[in-house]
Protein backbone atom coordinates (compact mmCIF):
# COMPACT_ATOMS: atom_id res chain seq x y z
CA UNK A 1 0.00 0.00 0.00
CA UNK A 2 3.16 2.21 0.57
CA UNK A 3 4.40 1.62 -2.72
CA UNK A 4 0.95 2.51 -4.44
CA UNK A 5 0.77 6.07 -2.24
CA UNK A 6 4.13 6.58 -3.41
CA UNK A 7 3.76 6.29 -7.00
CA UNK A 8 0.99 7.67 -6.77
CA UNK A 9 2.19 10.71 -5.11
CA UNK A 10 4.71 11.05 -7.71
CA UNK A 11 1.81 10.42 -10.78
CA UNK A 12 0.59 13.56 -9.10
CA UNK A 13 3.74 15.33 -9.00
CA UNK A 14 4.44 15.01 -12.52
CA UNK A 15 0.78 15.82 -13.58
CA UNK A 16 1.50 19.43 -11.80
CA UNK A 17 4.70 20.00 -13.45
CA UNK A 18 3.39 18.66 -16.63
CA UNK A 19 0.18 21.53 -16.25
CA UNK A 20 2.64 24.10 -14.59
CA UNK A 21 4.67 23.49 -18.28
CA UNK A 22 1.83 23.86 -20.09
CA UNK A 23 0.47 26.92 -18.32
CA UNK A 24 3.94 28.64 -18.86
CA UNK A 25 3.88 27.51 -22.76
CA UNK A 26 0.83 28.94 -23.07
CA UNK A 27 1.79 32.29 -21.53
CA UNK A 28 5.22 32.29 -23.24
CA UNK A 29 3.26 31.82 -26.53
CA UNK A 30 0.24 34.56 -26.31
CA UNK A 31 2.57 36.99 -26.35
CA UNK A 32 3.21 36.39 -30.24
CA UNK A 33 0.79 37.78 -32.58
CA UNK A 34 0.77 34.88 -34.89
CA UNK A 35 -0.86 32.58 -31.13
CA UNK A 36 -3.97 33.94 -32.44
CA UNK A 37 -3.85 32.95 -36.64
CA UNK A 38 -6.89 30.46 -36.27
CA UNK A 39 -9.21 33.10 -34.35
CA UNK A 40 -8.25 36.07 -37.14
CA UNK A 41 -8.65 33.66 -39.69
CA UNK A 42 -12.07 32.50 -38.10
CA UNK A 43 -13.00 36.19 -38.45
CA UNK A 44 -12.54 36.19 -42.02
CA UNK A 45 -14.08 32.81 -42.72
CA UNK A 46 -17.29 34.31 -41.15
CA UNK A 47 -17.25 37.36 -43.06
CA UNK A 48 -17.44 35.24 -46.47
CA UNK A 49 -20.85 33.47 -45.15
CA UNK A 50 -22.18 35.82 -42.57
CA UNK A 51 -21.38 39.23 -43.99
CA UNK A 52 -20.89 41.92 -41.29
CA UNK A 53 -22.69 45.48 -41.13
CA UNK A 54 -21.72 48.04 -43.19
CA UNK A 55 -21.36 51.50 -41.72
CA UNK A 56 -20.67 49.85 -38.64
CA UNK A 57 -18.82 51.05 -35.56
CA UNK A 58 -15.79 48.86 -35.13
CA UNK A 59 -15.03 47.13 -31.81
CA UNK A 60 -11.59 45.36 -31.50
CA UNK A 61 -9.70 43.85 -28.74
CA UNK A 62 -9.31 41.02 -26.45
CA UNK A 63 -10.66 38.87 -23.74
CA UNK A 64 -13.17 41.58 -22.46
CA UNK A 65 -14.75 42.01 -25.82
CA UNK A 66 -14.42 38.50 -26.95
CA UNK A 67 -16.74 37.36 -24.15
CA UNK A 68 -19.76 40.07 -24.43
CA UNK A 69 -22.53 38.25 -25.36
CA UNK A 70 -24.82 40.88 -26.17
CA UNK A 71 -22.56 43.53 -27.94
CA UNK A 72 -24.93 44.14 -30.02
CA UNK A 73 -28.37 44.21 -28.32
CA UNK A 74 -26.74 46.83 -25.78
CA UNK A 75 -25.06 48.99 -28.64
CA UNK A 76 -28.43 49.09 -30.38
CA UNK A 77 -29.26 51.16 -32.45
CA UNK A 78 -25.83 51.31 -33.16
CA UNK A 79 -24.78 48.68 -35.40
CA UNK A 80 -21.23 47.46 -34.26
CA UNK A 81 -18.84 44.81 -35.88
CA UNK A 82 -16.95 42.29 -32.84
CA UNK A 83 -13.89 41.91 -33.03
CA UNK A 84 -12.49 40.39 -29.63
CA UNK A 85 -10.15 37.42 -29.57
CA UNK A 86 -7.68 35.40 -27.41
CA UNK A 87 -6.31 37.45 -24.88
CA UNK A 88 -5.20 40.28 -27.11
CA UNK A 89 -2.49 42.89 -26.61
CA UNK A 90 -1.94 46.34 -28.73
CA UNK A 91 0.82 44.96 -30.68
CA UNK A 92 -1.58 42.09 -31.69
CA UNK A 93 -4.25 44.21 -33.13
CA UNK A 94 -1.93 45.90 -34.86
CA UNK A 95 -0.26 43.31 -36.06
CA UNK A 96 -3.45 41.94 -37.97
CA UNK A 97 -4.81 45.20 -38.54
CA UNK A 98 -5.22 44.85 -42.51
CA UNK A 99 -7.45 41.94 -41.72
CA UNK A 100 -9.97 42.95 -38.48
CA UNK A 101 -9.45 46.86 -38.92
CA UNK A 102 -8.90 48.24 -42.90
CA UNK A 103 -11.26 45.93 -44.64
CA UNK A 104 -14.52 47.06 -42.70
CA UNK A 105 -13.78 51.20 -43.09
CA UNK A 106 -15.75 51.88 -39.83
CA UNK A 107 -17.79 54.78 -38.69
CA UNK A 108 -15.72 54.75 -35.24
CA UNK A 109 -12.93 52.17 -34.22
CA UNK A 110 -13.35 51.42 -30.53
CA UNK A 111 -10.03 49.92 -28.81
CA UNK A 112 -10.38 47.64 -25.85
CA UNK A 113 -7.54 46.11 -25.24
CA UNK A 114 -4.38 46.62 -22.68
CA UNK A 115 -4.88 44.97 -19.48
CA UNK A 116 -3.17 41.60 -20.91
CA UNK A 117 -0.46 44.12 -21.94
CA UNK A 118 0.28 45.00 -18.29
CA UNK A 119 -0.06 41.18 -17.57
CA UNK A 120 2.05 39.97 -19.63
CA UNK A 121 5.13 37.38 -18.28
CA UNK A 122 7.71 39.24 -20.32
CA UNK A 123 6.94 42.13 -18.00
CA UNK A 124 4.76 45.40 -19.62
CA UNK A 125 4.89 49.17 -18.26
CA UNK A 126 2.47 51.64 -18.84
CA UNK A 127 4.31 53.27 -20.93
CA UNK A 128 4.89 50.65 -23.01
CA UNK A 129 0.93 50.38 -23.53
CA UNK A 130 1.03 54.02 -24.75
CA UNK A 131 3.46 53.36 -26.89
CA UNK A 132 2.08 50.30 -28.55
CA UNK A 133 -1.28 52.28 -28.65
CA UNK A 134 0.25 55.48 -30.44
CA UNK A 135 1.98 53.10 -32.92
CA UNK A 136 -1.54 51.09 -33.41
CA UNK A 137 -3.12 55.03 -34.18
CA UNK A 138 -0.11 56.29 -36.28
CA UNK A 139 -0.26 52.85 -38.57
CA UNK A 140 -4.13 52.81 -39.10
CA UNK A 141 -3.53 57.16 -40.00
CA UNK A 142 -0.47 56.28 -42.53
CA UNK A 143 -2.82 53.78 -43.97
CA UNK A 144 -5.87 55.75 -44.56
CA UNK A 145 -8.05 54.68 -42.28
CA UNK A 146 -9.59 58.01 -40.57
CA UNK A 147 -12.30 57.07 -38.70
CA UNK A 148 -12.14 58.13 -34.98
CA UNK A 149 -10.27 56.50 -32.89
CA UNK A 150 -11.90 55.34 -29.50
CA UNK A 151 -9.58 54.05 -26.32
CA UNK A 152 -11.81 51.98 -23.42
CA UNK A 153 -9.94 52.75 -20.63
CA UNK A 154 -8.04 49.93 -18.66
CA UNK A 155 -10.34 48.48 -15.87
CA UNK A 156 -10.18 47.04 -12.49
CA UNK A 157 -10.44 43.78 -11.61
CA UNK A 158 -10.37 41.57 -8.01
CA UNK A 159 -8.38 39.43 -9.32
CA UNK A 160 -5.67 41.91 -10.80
CA UNK A 161 -6.22 44.13 -7.79
CA UNK A 162 -2.12 44.78 -7.55
CA UNK A 163 -2.29 45.67 -11.06
CA UNK A 164 -4.36 48.34 -10.89
CA UNK A 165 -2.16 51.34 -10.11
CA UNK A 166 -0.31 50.61 -13.42
CA UNK A 167 -3.74 50.02 -14.99
CA UNK A 168 -4.54 54.12 -13.55
CA UNK A 169 -1.28 55.14 -14.86
CA UNK A 170 -1.93 53.65 -18.41
CA UNK A 171 -5.34 55.37 -18.54
CA UNK A 172 -3.71 58.89 -17.74
CA UNK A 173 -0.90 58.50 -19.85
CA UNK A 174 -3.19 57.61 -22.91
CA UNK A 175 -5.84 60.09 -21.50
CA UNK A 176 -3.55 62.32 -21.54
CA UNK A 177 -2.31 61.26 -25.39
CA UNK A 178 -5.47 61.38 -27.13
CA UNK A 179 -6.32 65.01 -25.73
CA UNK A 180 -4.39 66.33 -28.08
CA UNK A 181 -5.13 64.52 -31.22
CA UNK A 182 -7.84 64.86 -33.65
CA UNK A 183 -9.99 62.37 -33.97
CA UNK A 184 -9.38 60.48 -30.87
CA UNK A 185 -11.09 60.63 -27.49
CA UNK A 186 -10.99 58.41 -24.17
CA UNK A 187 -13.58 56.75 -22.59
CA UNK A 188 -13.54 56.50 -18.91
CA UNK A 189 -15.50 53.08 -18.23
CA UNK A 190 -14.24 53.14 -14.63
CA UNK A 191 -16.29 55.22 -12.34
CA UNK A 192 -19.18 52.90 -12.23
CA UNK A 193 -17.25 50.09 -11.17
CA UNK A 194 -15.70 51.26 -8.03
CA UNK A 195 -18.05 51.63 -4.87
CA UNK A 196 -18.11 55.49 -2.68
CA UNK A 197 -14.68 54.54 -1.34
CA UNK A 198 -12.75 53.74 -4.48
CA UNK A 199 -13.29 50.24 -4.10
CA UNK A 200 -13.36 47.58 -7.01
CA UNK A 201 -17.21 46.23 -6.65
CA UNK A 202 -17.32 42.49 -6.48
CA UNK A 203 -20.68 42.06 -7.59
CA UNK A 204 -19.43 43.17 -11.36
CA UNK A 205 -17.83 39.88 -12.09
CA UNK A 206 -17.33 36.07 -11.79
CA UNK A 207 -16.02 33.54 -9.50
CA UNK A 208 -12.81 34.29 -10.69
CA UNK A 209 -12.50 37.90 -9.95
CA UNK A 210 -11.50 38.83 -13.32
CA UNK A 211 -14.64 38.01 -15.60
CA UNK A 212 -17.55 40.22 -16.08
CA UNK A 213 -21.10 39.08 -14.98
CA UNK A 214 -24.06 40.46 -16.80
CA UNK A 215 -24.41 43.23 -14.65
CA UNK A 216 -20.03 44.03 -15.05
CA UNK A 217 -21.20 44.06 -19.19
CA UNK A 218 -24.49 46.43 -18.23
CA UNK A 219 -22.28 48.69 -16.28
CA UNK A 220 -19.27 48.58 -19.14
CA UNK A 221 -22.43 49.55 -21.80
CA UNK A 222 -23.88 52.21 -20.09
CA UNK A 223 -20.42 53.80 -20.12
CA UNK A 224 -20.19 53.59 -23.35
CA UNK A 225 -23.44 53.41 -25.61
CA UNK A 226 -24.46 56.87 -24.51
CA UNK A 227 -20.54 58.41 -25.98
CA UNK A 228 -21.94 56.55 -29.12
CA UNK A 229 -25.23 57.77 -29.55
CA UNK A 230 -24.28 61.62 -28.76
CA UNK A 231 -21.18 61.12 -31.49
CA UNK A 232 -24.54 60.08 -34.34
CA UNK A 233 -23.36 56.37 -34.75
CA UNK A 234 -27.35 55.25 -34.11
CA UNK A 235 -28.20 56.73 -37.50
CA UNK A 236 -26.82 57.06 -41.29
CA UNK A 237 -23.62 57.82 -41.96
CA UNK A 238 -23.77 61.92 -43.65
CA UNK A 239 -20.23 61.84 -44.91
CA UNK A 240 -16.58 60.76 -44.54
Avoid: C
Wanted: glycine share 10%.
Amino acid sequence: MRRGLVALGAMFGFAVLVLFGFLIYVLLASGDPKYWEGEIAAFERRDVSNPPPSDAVLFVGGRDLRLWPSLQEDMAPVPVIQRGFGGAQIPHINHYRSRIILPYRPRAILIMAGDADLADVRGRRPEDVLDDFRTLVLSLRAEGEDAPIYFISLRPSPARDERWYGAQRANALIADYVAGQRGMYFLDVTAKMLDAKGNIRDDLYRWDGLTLNEQGYRVLAEAIKPALIEAGYGGLRSSR
